[in-house]
């Protein structure tokens, strides 16, 4: 009888025990899930995160969260360890391929960064973070065909979800306007006789594509031109420069912008325009006709 006290007492300690550090983990599972921009600081995240158990849910190692803070905050030595016992532990979802592409990603390594996103994403498609970061890796190789490849790999189900949809149109857009062109190599000074003419709003993507928008155009005449507003104004090219003067008041300068002509695109590069109180950017106008 004794003995069978022990034992039952053994027994609901064990419970106890398994219940208690189970509900910590879970309560410092859903404070990790929230914290999107994994701001809990190392010290914070040992305290949320029990010892038991290692694995949590959806058979996620604990590990794995413990590598990601400590990737952030640079622990490389670390986090290697870490991504060494969390894929001992499920080694099946290839979460440390997974974490080394984070590692490496955040060391500039992108060679292997590339090699283990490759890996995480095509092994195991299902998780939307191995997909986030493989595209993370193929931005920053500007690898659109690649990007466009592992989209249409997934099924049609992850294609219209939103989460995956998303990022690859993000994630597009982002190589995108690491070809968008921001100065011509052959420009030269603008003349009368090349200014004359429409020209649209347009964005110069490597030497083929062009986008352009027709609603914002400057208009030039030999003397005047009308600018994306619709106003009218007298100008004179001065040292490569647009040098700008209202119709009432032609003896007075108003603002003055550098300017050039590409002969290759056809377009008018005007340099440092400000778009808005001290912000400035360079612009570009293709010539229609």
């Not at 969260?65 to 979802?93: F, V, W």
């Not at 997909?131 to 065909?145: P, R």
């Not at 009368?192 to 005449?221: A, M, P, Q």
Request: net charge positive.
């Amino acid at each position: 009888m004794k003995m069978f006290r022990y034992f039952l007492l053994l027994l609901v300690s064990f419970f106890l025990f398994f219940n208690y550090y189970t509900f910590k983990s879970l309560i410092g599972q859903r404070l990790i899930a929230e914290d999107v921009n994994e701001s809990i600081s190392l010290d914070s995240l040992n305290n949320i995160l029990p010892f038991f158990p290692n694995l949590g849910l959806s058979s996620t190692p604990i590990d794995m969260h413990r590598a990601i803070y400590n990737i952030k905050y640079g622990n490389y030595d670390e986090s290697k360890q870490l991504i060494k016992k969390a894929n001992k532990i499920n080694p099946y979802t290839y979460v440390g391929e997974y974490l080394y592409a984070r590692l490496y990603l955040s060391e500039d390594k992108l060679d292997s960064a590339l090699y283990y996103s490759f890996r995480s994403f095509y092994k195991w498609p299902k998780n939307p973070q191995h997909y986030k970061t493989y595209n993370e890796v193929l931005v920053k190789l500007k690898d659109s065909v690649s990007l466009i490849n592992a989209y249409n790999f997934l099924d049609s189900s992850r294609q219209i979800n939103t989460i995956y949809r998303d990022d690859y149109f993000k994630s597009y857009n982002k190589i995108k306007i690491k070809y968008l062109i921001n100065d011509f190599n052959d420009k030269i000074s603008v003349t009368k006789n090349n200014v004359v003419g429409t020209w649209v709003r347009s964005y110069f993507f490597g030497d083929k594509e062009v986008v352009s928008d027709t609603t914002l155009k400057y208009i030039f005449n030999s003397k005047t031109f009308i600018n994306p507003s619709g106003h009218k104004f007298i100008f004179k090219l001065v040292n490569d420069s647009l040098i700008i003067f209202s119709q009432s008041r032609p003896n007075k300068p108003l603002q003055s912008i550098n300017l050039y002509f590409s002969p290759k695109a056809n377009a008018l590069f005007f340099k440092n325009v400000e778009f808005e109180a001290g912000k400035f950017q360079n612009q570009f106008f293709k010539k229609i006709n």
